[in-house]
């Protein structure tokens, strides 16, 4: 278990980085390392070069920015999770951060090295994907912006362009009195890889309606997903137990899920609906200001 | 190539390559053999050592990316020659370890948690250690070592006349 032989570079800031990356064919970018270091010692990765992004000042920071809170992509998952601003802007990734790995691997592991490694499993792609995240890309001397939904193209493939580097994460806050939020997953041990995750945030209305939702369902399909439908569906309602169950079960009802020698399709599918419906049921609740509902 | 690391409150000077992980550099360059290599790709916790007070493994980083950090391995938590921490000494009283493998990261796991919060309920140690495998005590005696050094630390087992 000892990673192959490669060079070593730290750099100071991420040009330098992009630079690198653009003249070594076998070089890849390390930050929080939680899933490349041991992806090295089992010789599943070999890269030539390992270009250190960790010292990059710049790149660690949690700050609003207009109507986002905007996240350096090595900032380390521990710090998102001890933020009083992201508990404040952010309850939904807040309650996500403590299921990713435990303590130890949080310490080191970073908010972008989790979102460009596209695990389907992992908690801060669906997230981003719930909230409609956008991922600032720095490649090439320029900066641009890709939509969480525009990103993740497959398990562990993403559209982050050759030689680019994942710069920042902004997620958009909702304001609002009445803001709700629910989180659930199922593995086999708590801080494992999930074989199902659920995502829900409500915006509720005074008459009780629902004004906005939002649905994401990660570890089920090659990338975390949207429940469009389901959203449509719902906006409007009072998100009565059953209508939230008849549309989220509508709209995992054609879905092609994975299947591994833990969990097979079926099984993810039906834990899907069940966390789904549990979320909003979840968020629902928060949002009205009442204690989660025993399940 | 040539690094230094701030292992114990000492800067030590080392040759190693690129490849060498935090771990294998401890127990194969510093001869600090605390840091025990258990799978080697972060499953379960034994190579755990405190990295700027944060329990983190040492064998899911390079030793170069540790340079300029301070760094905590179980040879630097007692007070002096032949002695032991509280934590340690809490471990012996309890019965907390059995073949000792797990031990020192355990121990270590503990510092960092009672550091950032001396007034620990069931559940947090729990969550603490729930990153590190042990496969003799049923953890059962290392949560009550936990708490233990825990009460310790707070003050908690003076002598009842000089308890605020």
Redesign the interface.
């Known amino acids: 278990?000892?990673?192959?032989?490669?060079?070593?570079s730290?750099v100071a800031d991420i040009d330098e980085a992009c630079a690198l990356l653009a003249t070594d064919d076998g070089a890849r970018v390390?930050a929080g390392?939680?899933t490349l270091?041991?992806m090295?010692?089992?010789r599943l990765a070999r890269p030539t070069r390992?270009i250190?992004i960790?010292r990059i000042a710049a790149l660690s920071y949690i700050r609003l920015e207009d109507d986002a809170l905007a996240i350096g992509a090595t900032t380390r998952q521990?710090l998102v999770e001890r933020s009083a601003l992201v508990k404040e802007t952010l309850p939904l990734l807040a309650h996500a951060v403590p299921h990713i790995?435990?303590?130890?691997?949080r310490?080191?592991g970073t908010v972008g090295g989790s979102i460009a490694n596209a695990d389907p499993a992992a908690e801060l792609p669906l997230i981003a994907i719930t909230l409609d995240a956008t991922f600032n890309v720095r490649g090439g001397g320029k900066t641009s912006d890709i939509a969480a939904r525009d990103f993740f193209v497959g398990p562990m493939v993403t559209a982050l362009p050759e030689g680019a580097i994942l710069a920042a994460v902004r997620f958009p806050v909702w304001r609002g009195d009445r803001i709700g939020v629910g989180f659930h997953e199922v593995n086999a041990r708590?801080?494992d890889f999930a074989f199902v995750s659920a995502a829900a945030q409500v915006a509720m209305k005074a008459d009780g309606t629902c004004e906005r939702i939002a649905i994401g369902v990660g570890a089920v399909t090659d990338f975390p997903m949207r429940l469009d439908s389901a959203e449509q569906a719902l906006q409007g309602t009072a998100l009565d137990d059953d209508a939230v169950r008849a549309a989220v079960s509508q709209a995992l009802a054609g879905i092609e899920a994975l299947e591994d020698l833990h969990a097979s399709a079926t099984y993810r599918q039906r834990v899907a609906i069940k966390l789904a419906t549990r979320a909003i049921i979840d968020a629902r609740e928060h949002a009205h200001g009442r204690p989660p509902h025993a399940h | 190539?040539r690094i230094k690391l701030d292992i114990n409150g000492t800067v030590q000077e080392v040759d190693t390559?690129?490849?060498t992980?935090l771990l294998?550099c401890l127990r194969d360059n510093l001869n600090l053999k605390g840091a025990h290599a258990g799978?080697?790709?972060?499953v379960c916790?034994a190579c755990?050592v405190l990295?700027d007070g944060?329990?983190?493994?040492s064998?899911?980083?390079?030793a170069?990316?540790a340079e300029g950090t301070p760094i905590v391995t179980i040879e630097g938590v007692s007070p002096g020659p032949g002695e032991l921490s509280p934590i340690q000494d809490a471990f012996c009283e309890t019965h907390g370890m059995q073949c000792g493998y797990c031990t020192p990261a355990m121990v270590l796991?503990a510092h960092?948690l009672l550091a950032d919060n001396p007034n620990p309920k069931r559940e947090d140690i729990v969550?603490?250690i729930?990153?590190n495998l042990c496969r003799c005590t049923g953890y059962a005696q290392i949560i009550d070592a936990i708490a233990l050094a825990a009460e310790r630390l707070r003050g908690d087992n003076r002598p009842a006349e000089l308890r605020s």
């Not at chain 1, 278990?1 to 070593?8: D, H, L, N, S, W």
């Not at chain 1, 790995?101 to 691997?105: L, S």
């Open positions: 278990m000892k990673a192959a032989p490669f060079e070593y730290r390390i390392g939680q270091v041991p090295m010692a089992m390992l250190d960790n521990s790995g435990h303590a130890a691997t310490a080191r708590r801080s | 190539m390559e690129p490849r992980t294998d799978c080697e790709h972060g916790g755990t990295f944060e329990a983190v493994r064998c899911l980083m390079f170069a990316q796991v960092a969550d603490a729930s990153g």
